[in-house]
């Protein structure tokens, strides 16, 4: 880690954007600097996502790690060009190319082993569940359902949507890996397919737009999924099941506006598996 302060100032230019967890600035002339907020951590996860992501051209490399004003900073490649929730606003027309780069960048990355040291996607869950506001019963049942759910060596992105794929002409780069772990590629698909069809658009989006958005978004929802299966060439196992234990996780984040339908998804998940069990 390069921990000089004066190094790190030398380097920073302009805030590039700015997120949750960090904010992006310029970094000299071909890197960024992405800097975590006090008392966020997911900078560890990023960093071994990326070290293992090295040469497979679907991601920034990772060029350094710095420390500035105490917090932690990661160094990467700059990608010049435009998140894909961004194109898909000024190129609604190209929905359906978006979604075969979206599923096609998603696969790449699922064709990489991931880090030991990165927490299984499996465990992620279930302390999200735990920790979710929800019924006991469909808590419960969301944990039976988990556990019945098989472990993987893939890396898997954690929170792939397209507001975290940049794209730059031709190239698809896939940033933003604080919260990657290890799991099946069926773990990380079902998540993206979740938040494709129900995350909030930005609030305060104007009704006309957000009747466009739910258009887009359902061609946007069934245009990655089924360029996934078909690129994959193999069966998805457990599509559903990890469906259910996503939306029971989810409900940990406080989202409110999600709260109705991820909680009618659990409902009819435990009503159809109570009929099968009767
Ligand atoms: N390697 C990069 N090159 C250029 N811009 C970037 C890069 N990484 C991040 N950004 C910009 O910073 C924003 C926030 O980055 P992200 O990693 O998604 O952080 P957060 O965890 O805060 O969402 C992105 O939407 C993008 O505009
Ligand atoms: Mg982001």
């Known amino acids: 880690m390069t921990d000089s302060t004066a190094a790190a100032g030398a380097g920073i230019g302009p805030r590039l954007g700015v997120g949750r967890e ?9 890197a960024v600097v992405k800097l975590y ?6 900078h560890g996860a990023e960093a071994a996502a990326l070290a293992s992501l090295a040469g497979h051209d ?19 490649e700059r ?46 869950l279930a302390a999200r569940i735990e920790a979710a506001t929800l019924p006991r019963e469909l808590q419960g049942f969301a944990l039976r359902v988990l556990d019945g759910l098989p472990s993987g060596d893939r890396l898997c992105h954690g929170d792939y949507h ?14 933003d890996w604080s919260n990657a772990a290890r799991g099946v590629p069926e773990a990380d698909h079902a998540r993206a397919i979740l938040l494709l069809r129900w995350a909030d658009p930005v609030p305060g989006t104007p009704l006309v737009t957000r009747g466009l958005m ?9 245009g990655y999924a089924r360029a996934y299966a078909d690129v994959s060439r193999r069966p998805l196992r457990d599509l559903d099941s990890w469906l259910v234990v996503h939306a029971a996780a ?10 109705p339908r991820l909680l009618a998804l659990l409902n009819r998940a435990w009503q159809g598996a109570r009929v099968l069990n009767r």
């Open 22 to 30: 960090a904010e992006v600035y310029a970094w000299g002339d071909d």
């Open 37 to 42: 907020r006090p008392g966020y951590r997911g």
């Open 58 to 76: 679907v991601a920034p490399s990772l060029v350094d790690v710095v420390k500035r004003d105490g917090r932690p900073g990661l160094v990467l």
């Open 79 to 124: 990608i010049v060009g435009a998140d894909m929730l961004d194109l898909l606003r000024r190129r609604p027309w190209q929905v359906l190319a978006f979604a075969r780069a979206l599923a096609g960048a998603h696969l790449a990355v699922h064709c990489v082993e991931a880090p030991a040291d990165l927490p299984d996607v499996r465990q992620v």
């Open 162 to 175: 397209p507001g975290n794929v940049m794209v730059s002409g031709d190239r698809v780069s896939v940033i």
């Open 214 to 222: 739910a258009v887009g978004r359902s061609l946007l929802t069934r």
């Open 250 to 259: 989810r409900l940990s984040e406080g989202l409110m506006v999600e709260q």
